[in-house]
């Protein structure tokens, strides 16, 4: 039996991917009011929810990023192909493309470690729209050892998701989508771990998504665009062959965001966007978890439908824990002459389900047919961020500014 530096360093990553903070069940105390700490007695009892293929959450857009990671309601482009493709039909033009490239944990010196993301629209009518995307996370070079640290070669864990997404008017003003997403993740395939041949994970799922547009009377004209994204609807996903019903659950994630633009003058223009994020997955349960007395956790035992009914009402500390699970976006955006733009942005997480705040500032230049977006995170904790230290890039091909 061997084990690999790999899966250890994986399930790291996984989690500064969601900026968790694991702490052992065993560790934490329940309180008399119901609140779990830590033995301390007074710190909170980390509890940040647990899903595989991480990466699917990740906001590759820089324009986004630029802002908090809003983006359920700012103005449509490719790049909705991620938060809420029921916005692609009210998109001014007809056809585009965002391609998006965002280095990972540079700041821990890593220098093969990114995501790439491609995204693209083509509005069939006034009334309907399709979308694609192609998402790659590249895990880099990571070397194999077994107990005694001798090495048995090297192996590059990767991932990616397609999706494809079909838009479509169901009022002047309200909009519908649906997608089919097909996912795969390869993070030690070929390996074996505590006596466990590891192969690759699949899953499919779907997203859904609906947009309200309409513009408000007032002395400054404005739009405002309200959307929202069930997102990574679909299947559970294992890494081994084991006959036992041990899978672990996909990013399902529910998001509800609105987008304010002001335009202020004929050159000027002015975006508030904010976002409420929170993943559709159980909690781990922190006492009586197996009750059942079969090694799994009664939680892991969930099916996606009912892990999803289920995340609404099953955390340890109530109801005060579940509003503790939602995670916040805010962001502003200034156009000048739809040439120049400045954002900036805030995230925030709680600190018992990851802890993941930080300021977010960035950004855009458009002439003619392209435009270039960047975005960096200014973390505000000691929490540590993939992206500290880090620019994210997104080049956008407006194809319609070629029109006649």
Known sequence: ???????????ACCFVLTGMGVQ???????????????PDGVTPCPNAIITAVPF??????ARSGAMGDAGIGLS?????????????????????????????LRNLGLNDVYL???????????????????RYFNLGDIPFTDFNGEPLGNGRPREFAINAAYARKLSDNFSAAVSA???????ASGQTVNGQDIEVGTAGAADFSFTYQTELEGNTPSDLLVGVAI???????????????????????LGIGAGWTLHLDQYNALTIAADMNKLLVPTRCLEDCDQDQNNIADWKEQGPIQGIFSSFSDAPGGFSEELKELMWSFGVEYWYDQQFAVRAGYYYENVIKGNRKYFTVGLGLKY???????????????????????????????FGALEP
């Open 116 to 134: 790439a993301d491609l995204s693209a629209y083509k509005k069939i009518d006034e009334l309907q729209s399709v979308g694609f995307n192609l």
């Open 231 to 253: 997102t990574n609807v679909g299947s559970k996903i294992t890494y081994t062959n084991a006959a036992s019903n041990e899978r672990d659950f996909i990013p399902t994630n």
């Open 24 to 38: 052992a069940q065993s560790n934490c105390l329940k309180l008399p009011n119901g609140e779990w700490v830590l």
């Open 1 to 11: 039996m061997r084990k690999t530096t790999l899966y250890a360093a994986i399930t």
């Open 181 to 187: 997403k097909f996912i795969y993740s390869n993070l």
């Open 56 to 61: 699917l959450r990740i906001v590759a857009d």
């Open 76 to 104: 449509p482009d490719a790049n909705a192909m991620h938060f809420n493709a029921s916005k692609l039909v009210f998109a001014e033009k007809d056809l585009g493309l965002s391609a998006s490239y965002t280095p990972w």
């Open 368 to 398: 003619n047919v392209f435009g270039l977006n960047f975005s960096y995170l200014v973390p505000t904790t000691n929490q540590r961020n993939p992206l500290d230290n880090t620019l994210r890039f997104t080049l956008l091909f407006d």
